[in-house]
């Protein structure tokens, strides 16, 4: 009997774990059917997040997969496989039978494939031709254009005046004449439009026919039907510019708004706006402002000499008021166009420049302070006068970025202004600067406080005035601290509100800087403060010193001698801190220092004191010390020597220790010293480190005294 068919064995991995053919997230292997599968792009693509370890492993299971896959597709069709061979009967014959439709198919491909190119190549050249006809086409309206706007010019300059006086009566009704045939109709001759308003409809109309031929200009260039009509075309626009210069003065001379606004917009059309602002400034600004402020043989003749300009602004501005704001106001008018003219800059503000410059230069010196500053003040008055002809702030901002706007401010010189003022105001001071004497003067803190100050910076250096520096004593600079908080509280106090006061009239932004600024000078004072008490520290520790020297003696006392062990203090101990007593005690510090400030000398001056004691004292126990242990040495070599016991002085104090005992008798009282003071020595990391270099050994855990 047969065994019954057992189930294949699967292990605990495969029941509790992913399939043997899983594979992760990433890998894809449909994505290796895609007709445009690249081996190259996909490994790097992967390559991008998943380690080529962990690729090449994945591959590698993918193979094999692929690979029982094939083999278990062949065990399947087993039998089919075998007898595929016996089956492939005349082959050879059959693929030569399958091949000739082939061929002839691809020939005929082939063919169809060259006539279609053909056909392209035609389609392209007819296109190609079409566009260059296009192209043609549209040159030859824009020269076909360009011909009817010269003429269409030429025939409206013909409608114009031969001269200018032809319309010099321009208030003469139409009826006085015919007819234009430019389009001037019969109802416009009874509305009794002037001749002068009429040219300038003209005129307008011919600038925007010009700026239209100024188009085709631009989109024609370098062809030769446009340079043959080059010379047409500046004779048509000299004979415009001309005429409409004519027109426009006479508008200005009879106050024609019409007129005047016709032309400018003529100007505006073939954008020479500087042009109109220029002739302006000649014909209507020139002479009113050279009667004001005359140059030349008009100054010699009017015998102006004063170089005050606040009488010319004043004049100035009653001929704007009554002769030039109709036009101000025509060019400023809402909607009208005409905001691209700039006759406040251009024509206004530049002729009065001129005018100052040629006849009163002198006006622009700083070297007259006071008149200087006087007419620099009248001049920003001025252009506030004319900013208020500005319809908005755009205009304004416009205004204010003219060339000549800038030219104007850069004629007021306010560095050169101010530094002769400050010399002026400040002589006596910056002299003062230079000098190095010690003449104290309570009653001017200020002057003396700078001297001291110049005095105290040459004493970080070298070069003249040092001599004041090494004379100088602790009471020198409490006046010196003194007068730096007496200058600081009077400049951020009462002189930064006088100041402020005098500016009041300017805007926040101005005071808020001048502020700032008067704030930032006093805080440099009293950054000043903490060199000046460096410098007073410095010079007590020095006299200190002097007496702490004195410590060296307790060598020599104890050195070799059979004194017993010290009970009290030294003598030098209570004179290391007198000058620092007798100057807190002063008359000066006492009237002048603060208790901050005292607080501040006692404890730097304590520490200084200190740290030089610390060091001495080192100094001196190490070098007993090193004395000691070759004495010693020596010693113990002679009693080998002589067979004697090496331990004889074992049990007595060491003269190292008596000098110890003497320190610490000295720190002990000098501490007390401090304590007198207001100084507590424990807090003194120096003195805490002097403790431990003397103090015997059960006193070295805590300071008591």
């Not at 020939?107 to 190119?117: N, T, W």
């Amino acid at each position: 009997m047969a065994d019954p068919i057992s189930a294949p064995h699967r292990s605990a991995t495969e029941f509790f774990s992913d399939p043997l053919d899983a594979h992760p997230l990433w890998f894809k292997p449909a994505s290796f059917l895609y007709p445009d599968f690249d081996s190259e792009s996909y490994i790097s693509e992967l390559r991008t997040f998943v380690p080529f370890d962990t690729l090449r492993s994945e591959l590698h299971n993918y193979l094999s997969s692929l690979n029982h896959e094939l083999i278990d597709l062949i065990n399947r069709d087993y039998a089919d496989f075998v007898n595929l061979s016996t089956k492939l009967v005349d082959v050879d014959s059959a693929v030569v039978r399958m091949r000739a439709p082939l061929v002839e198919l691809r020939e005929k491909i082939e063919q169809f494939r060259g006539s279609v190119d053909a056909s392209l190549v035609s389609i392209k050249n007819g296109l190609r031709q079409r566009s260059e006809a296009a192209s043609t086409r549209e040159t030859l309206e824009l020269l076909l254009d360009t011909f009817h706007v010269v003429s269409k010019v030429e025939k409206l300059i013909k409608e114009l005046p031969s001269v200018p006086t032809d319309w010099s009566n321009g208030d003469t009704n139409l009826t006085e004449r015919n007819s234009l045939s430019n389009g001037i109709s019969s109802q416009d001759v009874e509305n009794g439009m002037t001749i002068r308003e009429t040219q300038s409809m003209l005129l307008e109309r011919i600038a925007s026919e010009m700026n239209r031929l100024k188009f085709y200009i631009a989109h024609a260039k370098n062809l030769p039907f446009i340079e043959n009509m080059e010379k047409r075309i500046q004779s048509a626009s000299l004979i415009l510019d001309a005429s409409l210069g004519h027109c426009f003065v006479d508008g200005l001379q009879h106050r024609d708004a019409n007129a005047i606004y016709n032309c400018l917009r003529g100007y505006a059309a073939i954008d020479n706006t500087r042009n109109a602002e220029e002739i302006f400034r000649t014909t209507m600004v020139a002479p009113s402002v050279q009667k004001f402020i005359p140059h030349g043989s008009s100054a010699v003749a009017a015998g102006s000499s004063v170089d005050e300009l606040e009488d010319d602004y004043q004049k100035t501005k009653q001929f704007i008021d009554e002769d030039c704001k109709f036009l101000l106001e025509i060019s400023s008018a809402e909607n009208s166009g005409l905001h691209v003219f700039d006759f406040l800059a251009n024509s206004i503000l530049k002729e009065v420049l001129s005018a100052i410059q040629k006849g009163k230069p002198g006006a622009f010196s700083p070297g007259r302070p006071t008149a200087f500053l006087k007419n620099y003040k009248s001049s920003l008055d001025f252009l506030a006068y004319l900013e208020g002809y500005c319809p908005s702030r755009s205009a304004v901002a416009k205004f204010r970025s003219q060339a000549v706007y800038a030219e104007f401010m850069k004629q007021w010189n306010i560095g050169v202004y101010f530094s002769l003022r400050f010399q002026e105001i400040a002589g006596t001071l910056a002299s003062v600067l230079t000098a190095y004497s010690l003449d104290t003067q309570i009653g001017c803190p200020l002057d003396w406080m700078l001297a001291r100050m110049s005095s105290r910076w040459v004493m970080q250096g070298s070069g003249t005035g040092c001599e004041w520096a090494l004379s100088a004593v602790p009471d020198d600079f409490i006046l010196i601290i003194h007068d730096i908080k007496y200058i600081g509280m009077e400049v951020c106090g009462e002189y930064m509100q006088y100041v402020l006061q005098l500016l009041s009239s300017c805007s926040a932004d101005v005071l808020d800087s001048v502020k700032q600024s008067i704030l930032q000078g006093g805080q440099s004072l009293n950054n000043l403060i903490p060199r000046v008490n460096d410098a007073v520290i410095e010079s007590l520790v020095e006299k200190s010193v002097e007496d702490l020297r004195q410590l060296k003696g307790i060598t020599a006392t104890y050195r070799m001698t059979n004194k017993p062990l010290p009970v009290r203090h030294s003598p030098y101990v209570s004179a290391v801190l007198r000058p620092l007593k007798a100057f807190l005690d002063g008359e000066r510090a006492t009237a002048y220092l603060t208790s901050e400030t005292r607080q501040v000398l006692l404890l730097g001056s304590a520490t200084g004191i200190t740290n030089c004691y610390n060091e001495l004292a080192a100094e001196l126990v190490s070098l007993a010390r090193k004395t000691e242990s070759s004495l010693q040495r020596i010693r113990q070599g002679a009693q080998r020597r002589a067979g004697a016991s090496s331990d004889v002085s074992d049990h007595n104090m060491s003269d190292t220790d008596k000098i110890c005992m003497q320190l610490f008798l000295d720190i002990q009282e000098y501490a007390r010293n401090l304590s007198a003071l207001g100084v507590d020595a424990a807090t003194i990391p120096s003195y805490r480190s002097l403790w431990q270099c003397v103090a015997p050994p059960e006193r070295q855990n805590s300071i008591s005294f």
